[in-house]
């Protein structure tokens, strides 16, 4: 007596076309997803970078500590917490970095001159404020490279970064200029700019880290 072999499954019983890819689900009783979490992440991160950027000196640190604060949630798959944050910005209040810090206004001060003695009848007049834009956008480059770097991270690291990874740079470039614009247009969204600079240094770096270590 001969046996009929069973019937194929269905596709949509073979094929899990249906199933949501394992960084989309949800833990039972959870209402949001990552993305959600990713956001406030980032939202608290925002909020305690400018805070700790009031006294000016701490502004890289601070960057730094948002960087690292997100590299590790983005490694371990936890959310960021304020006493994290602020461990690792006690980690990196270093005589280095505040010497850094102190510069930032200098140059913030150079630059106010500069684009006054524009405004006369100096010669060449015309290119001071361009240079002076690409001037401070390879300053914001390198400081947010030295930020997104593990570790303490020098100026070398820095540029070295920069130049071997000009893609990531000018995505870089590119939220600098959209966060100018949001500054400008939106004041008062100014304490919320620091965590989405950091997040994007720190993905950029976590991109291009394969390709160094290549390299």
Not at 4 to 10: E, G
Not at 169 to 193: F, Q
Request: proline residues 10%; contains cysteine.
């Amino acid at each position: 007596m001969s046996r009929t072999a069973p019937a194929p499954a269905p596709a949509s019983v073979r094929t899990p076309a249906n199933v949501p890819a394992p960084s989309d689900r949800r833990e039972p009783g959870e209402v949001f997803g990552p993305a959600f979490s990713l956001f406030a992440d980032v939202l608290l991160v925002s909020l305690l970078t400018s805070l700790c950027c009031l006294p000016v000196l701490t502004a890289p640190a601070a960057f730094a500590a948002a960087s690292a604060t997100l590299r590790e949630t983005a490694a371990g798959g936890r959310t960021a917490s304020a006493r994290t944050y602020l461990v690792r910005l006690r980690a990196r209040l270093v005589p280095r970095s505040l010497l850094l810090g102190l510069l930032l206004p200098a140059f913030a001060v150079a630059v106010r001159a500069d684009l006054a003695l524009a405004g006369g009848d100096l010669p060449g007049r015309a290119l001071v404020g361009p240079a002076l834009v690409v001037l401070a956008l390879g300053a914001g480059v390198l400081l947010l490279r030295a930020s997104a770097a593990p570790g303490s991270a020098t100026a070398r690291t820095a540029w070295q970064r920069t130049a071997a990874d000009p893609h990531g740079s000018l995505l870089l470039v590119a939220a600098l200029v959209l966060a100018a614009l949001i500054a400008w247009s939106m004041p008062l969204l100014l304490p919320l700019l620091p965590g989405p600079l950091a997040f994007a240094a720190t993905a950029v770096d976590l991109r291009a880290t394969p390709k160094t270590r290549e390299s």
